[in-house]
């Protein structure tokens, strides 16, 4: 069974700080996905990752994935409170969709 | 963008009636349909995996004959939650996949609250 370790599972910090978000498995996977959902909503595509060693980068968040295509992370500068909300990553192998347990962030004023 | 709908969107059912989710990908075939729920403040967790035509596979701990899904067609695939019971109030969110497309898109999601 493919499973993908999300942490930390819970982070508040001030706004205007930095923060990382990790995602890791065993597996290898043709791509990886971040995605952001908001209460009561489906998740919304952050971005998605390819090729091993990639790195990405979204205004503010930067996404990186492993070398070995097991791993990836999501950094944040200067966290705003509108980043508030969950964060998923998702491993995609042989078409199917694994996803992290998720990571809840809080940003505070 | 591809859509994707679900219906409906919201539903509020007693314990022991069955309730029927549609899922429809409005612009590309979709091969495959992926049926995944999200329990309240937790990840979404893969529950099954349907092609067209055929039998669904089922993820381990999910009962096949108590969520039946049926993917007859290239744009519609159902997912019927047999008398349902408080503990599978959930939200459930179908990613329909095919045509070549590597980006998947979500289906907006429909929450079930049975009581």
């Known amino acids: 069974t493919q499973l993908l370790e999300q942490s930390p599972q819970f982070l508040s910090i001030q706004e205007g700080e930095n923060l990382t978000v990790y995602c890791n498995s065993s597996?290898?996977?043709?791509?990886l996905q971040w995605y952001r959902q908001e209460p009561g909503e489906g998740p919304v595509l952050l971005v998605t990752?390819?090729?091993?060693?990639e790195v990405k980068k979204l205004k503010r968040l930067t996404f990186q994935f492993g070398d070995a295509r097991k791993d990836s992370s999501l950094h944040i500068t200067a966290a705003q409170p509108g980043d508030t909300g969950l964060y998923l990553c998702?491993?995609?192998?042989?078409?199917?969709?694994?996803f992290g347990k998720g990571t809840r962030l809080h940003i505070l004023p | 963008g591809a859509v994707v709908s679900q219906h409906p969107s919201w539903v509020i059912c007693k314990s022991g009636t069955s309730v029927k989710i549609e899922c429809r990908s409005l612009d590309f075939q979709a091969t495959t349909m992926f049926w995944y729920r999200q329990f309240p403040k937790q990840s979404l967790m893969l529950m099954a995996t349907s092609n067209e035509g055929s039998k669904a596979t089922y993820e381990q701990g999910v009962e096949k004959d108590k969520f039946l899904i049926n993917h007859a067609s290239l744009t519609l695939s159902t997912l019927t939650v047999t008398s349902a019971h408080p503990e599978d109030s959930s939200f459930y969110i179908c990613i329909p996949s095919g045509g070549g497309r590597e980006t998947q898109y979500f289906g907006p999601g429909t929450r079930l609250l049975v009581l």
């Open positions: 998702a491993g995609v192998s042989n078409d199917k969709i694994i």
């Open positions: 597996s290898v996977f043709s791509s």
């Open positions: 990752v390819v090729t091993g060693g």
